[in-house]
Nanobody
């Protein structure tokens, strides 16, 4: 069984930065496409960012493109989300998710395609 554990959330001011981490258990982390999703109060969960298992390809939602960066270190079984220029609209619980991927080009855009989820970490941005 794979476990994903997020950390790095917190309360910050608008314009600040945070880096989220997601550590995975399991020996096949390097075969997982990974994604970050978020859910704000009263809203549906939404896609934020995704990365292939090699780390060569990434993609982002329009709302975070240019401000957030997803990366991974397969030697540490960890995926990161660097968040810059945070705004109050970024306030949400952030979840990492993983998908077993046979093909190296696979990205994870949809939550219902994920095989594993973390417990979430709260990010609160005040103006």
């Amino acid at each position: 069984q794979v476990q994903l554990v997020e950390s790095g959330g917190g309360s910050v001011q608008a314009g600040d930065s945070l880096r989220l981490s997601c550590v995975a258990s399991g020996r096949t982390f390097s075969r997982y496409a990974m994604g970050w999703f978020r859910q704000a109060p009263g809203k549906e969960r939404e896609f934020v960012a995704t990365i292939t298992w090699s780390g060569r390809s990434t993609d982002y939602s329009d709302s975070v493109k240019g401000r957030f960066t997803i990366s991974r270190d397969n030697a540490k079984n960890t995926v990161y989300l660097q968040m810059n220029s945070l705004t109050p609209e970024d306030t949400a619980v952030y979840y990492c998710a993983g998908k077993d991927a046979f093909w190296r080009s696979v990205l994870l855009y949809r939550g219902d395609e994920a095989d594993y989820w973390g417990q979430g970490t709260q990010v609160t941005v005040s103006s």
